[in-house]
């Protein structure tokens, strides 16, 4: 295939951000791989090595999972009530978040959940509870902060799936006797299918990937592995150490949501033709 | 093709643009002409009282122009422009300072260069040998016990082991092992054993804090918030934080020295290798050693001029920060920075190890 020059130049910006990008991730990728006396693996030795690090990777995976089932199992509902209602009103509210910065919300998080926050207070001033409830600087408050982040992501993958299910095959199997449970999941969820992996999948990765709302909503305990490798980056400038935590990470990603990807592939098979 | 027609209107616009453009033109042609200073700073009030207190009072004094661009962190913006320098200036904690150096990226201060370095006691410069400095020392504030006034009575934080008492627990706050490797543990080895190198004891004290903490702190603002609406009662934290609050009016949270004395923090001036106009970066340090904007400088942020010829109204300090300047000076203790930077990474490693495995 031949480009033409306008074409050639129309991809010159694409090329710059790709070359500009990549030369960043090859950079960090060769830091991490070359020790001082040539090719090592002494970062990524050092790596497994640290209970902490290793601690804190164990940890990051077992988030983004919590996080992302949550996310899922919140955004199904809100999806089908968006679809049903049809009015784009409701979807712009859900999307409204995404226009304020993650940290903006993270901030109003903290005075919600706080120890002096609204709840503890609404708490307190009822007299149900004496002292504050811990609600953030722990796993819960990451939780929190982290599933209000990601839902409008989950919502908007399985809503576009959800929306495309032809509504006759659920009034077909209303009619032939079904109940509503039987519907659900014998024709709803499989369809939905792609959409739920969809939406499992890009969570999991905006989690493993989060900084600012661990930072902020948990404690030292709750470090995410993207901090830690903010730390190694910006304030000791251990780069090695940076470049093989991220490489593991990603890595480590790739396989975590392999199984789902899978599972993509083979609901998409099982489907009828039309949606294949 | 018409030709260029100058007409009256024509003209008079060109006249009025030129006129407006002149006062651009004029800075940026002296600007070429005799340089420019591009500071690396800190944002918020380090960048403003720079700027206010040195900066535009060089500019109207020398003709330089004088920029400051406002960085998350000074070293990073440093390191990750080492290769083509863009700041010809930068603000820094002497540990900080002496890593700089150390990686190649700053220039030796030559002390004949600045003789208004002989005003500054000796035991604070950061020296690299008998005529050489990593940057120029301009003004130090301290690290102290800042604690809220509604949640906490200062008799009940006379101590340090306060933020490890149990009445405390869930109710103080803590840095994260990044910055306790600079501050905290050096100064609770020293505090604990007398000697800041017996680092297993500050790392014990430490992880006793952590411990007691309702979270580690991940930037100012966060510990600033927590401060102010008492979720953390107490703090080893940086006095001048209370300064810039009593200035705006908030005076719930404030700061005292506990008997066991404080850390003191010392900030200096850099001048990356090869930047840009480095004779006119030398102009502006030895501006920045003389009393006069480090007199300014206290009024805004607290930072207390190293200079001893600098006139401080003790009286304001003292409202600010309940003591004067001579009885700041005598309980603050200057740690060996040289050694703390040497073994912050390998330090920071090991409080990490204790720290973030859940307890």
């Known amino acids: 295939m031949r480009l033409s020059r306008a074409a050639f130049l129309l991809l010159l910006p694409v090329l710059g951000m790709i070359l ?30 640290r209970r902490e690090a290793m601690s804190v990777f164990l940890y990051t995976h077992q988030m983004a999972l919590l996080v992302s089932a949550i996310c899922v199992v919140v955004s199904f509902p809100l999806a089908v009530f968006l679809v049903r209602k049809q009015n784009q009103a409701y979807v712009l509210l859900i999307m409204m978040p995404l226009l304020v910065s993650i940290v903006v919300r993270t901030y109003g998080w903290m005075v919600i959940l706080g120890p002096r926050g609204l709840i503890n207070a609404a708490l307190m ?39 495309k299910i032809d509504r006759s095959l659920v009034d077909g199997a209303a009619a032939l006797g079904a109940g509503p449970w039987r519907v659900f999941s014998r024709i709803i969820l499989p369809l939905a299918m792609p959409g739920v992996i969809a939406a499992a999948s890009i969570v999991y990765l905006l989690t493993i990937g989060a900084v600012v709302t661990p930072l902020l909503l948990g404690s030292i305990q709750q470090m995410m592995l993207g901090s830690m490798i903010y730390d190694q980056m910006l304030v000791t400038f251990d780069f090695p150490s940076a470049g093989s935590a991220a490489i593991i990470l990603t890595l480590s990603a790739a396989l975590a949501i392999l199984p789902l990807q899978l599972a993509d592939r083979w609901v998409t098979r099982k489907l009828p033709a039309e949606r294949s | 093709m018409r030709g260029f027609e100058l007409s009256r209107r024509r003209f008079a616009g060109l006249a009025a643009t030129s006129a407006l453009a002149m006062p651009y033109v004029s800075t ?37 122009k004088f920029r400051v661009i406002e960085v998350p962190s000074t070293e990073t913006a440093l390191i990750s422009s080492a290769s083509a320098p863009q700041y010809n200036s930068s603000y820094h904690s002497f540990a900080g300072a002496m890593r700089l150096y150390k990686m190649g990226i700053t220039e030796a201060i030559a002390i004949d260069d600045y003789p208004e370095l002989a005003d500054i006691p000796e035991k604070f410069l950061p020296k690299i040998d008998d005529k ?12 102290g016990m800042c604690y809220n006034r509604d949640f906490a009575k200062a008799e009940e934080l006379k101590s340090w082991n306060a933020l490890i008492s149990p009445k405390f627990k869930q109710r103080v706050s803590a840095t994260r092992p990044t910055f306790a490797s600079l501050y905290d543990v050096p100064w609770y080895s020293y505090m604990l054993t007398g000697d800041q190198k017996k680092l297993d004891a500050g790392i014990a004290q430490y992880r006793k804090v952590i411990a007691n903490s309702v979270t580690a702190y991940t930037s100012m603002a966060q510990n600033n918030q927590l401060l102010e609406r008492g979720e953390a009662v107490a703090s080893a934290y940086y006095a001048s934080t209370v300064w810039t609050k009593k200035r705006e009016g908030i005076n719930n949270v404030d700061v005292l020295i506990p008997e066991e004395g404080a850390l003191m923090l010392p900030y200096v001036l850099v001048i990356p290798k090869n930047c840009p106009w480095p004779e006119a970066a030398r102009k502006f340090l030895a501006y920045a050693s003389t009393p006069a904007p480090a007199e300014r400088a206290l009024e805004g942020t607290g930072s207390l001029p190293f200079n001893t010829k600098a006139k401080v109204d003790d009286a304001m300090i003292k409202a600010r920060f309940n003591y004067t300047l001579p009885d700041l000076v005598k309980q603050l203790y200057s740690p060996d920075w040289a050694f703390v930077e040497a073994t912050r990474l390998d330090l920071i490693k090991r409080l990490e190890a204790e720290v973030l495995m859940p307890q």
């Open chain 1, 125 to 163: 001033g009822a007299g149900i509870t004496t002292a504050p409830i811990r609600l953030m600087f722990n796993t819960t408050g990451v939780v929190i902060g982290l599933v209000h982040i990601y839902i409008p992501f989950a919502t908007l993958s399985i809503l576009t799936v959800y929306s």
């Open chain 2, 28 to 64: 940026t042609a002296l600007g070429a002409a005799s340089g420019e200073i591009i500071m690396a700073n800190f944002g918020g009030g380090p960048a403003a009282s720079f700027r206010n207190a040195y900066g535009l009072p060089f500019q109207e004094e020398t003709g330089i």
């Open chain 1, 20 to 49: 500009s990008l990549g030369t960043g991730v090859f950079a960090l990728i060769e830091q991490s791989f070359v020790g001082a006396d040539g090719l090592s693996l002494k970062a990524f030795q050092a790596f497994v090595s």
């Open chain 2, 132 to 143: 050489h400095l990593v940057g120029l020392p301009v003004h130090f504030g301290f690290y």
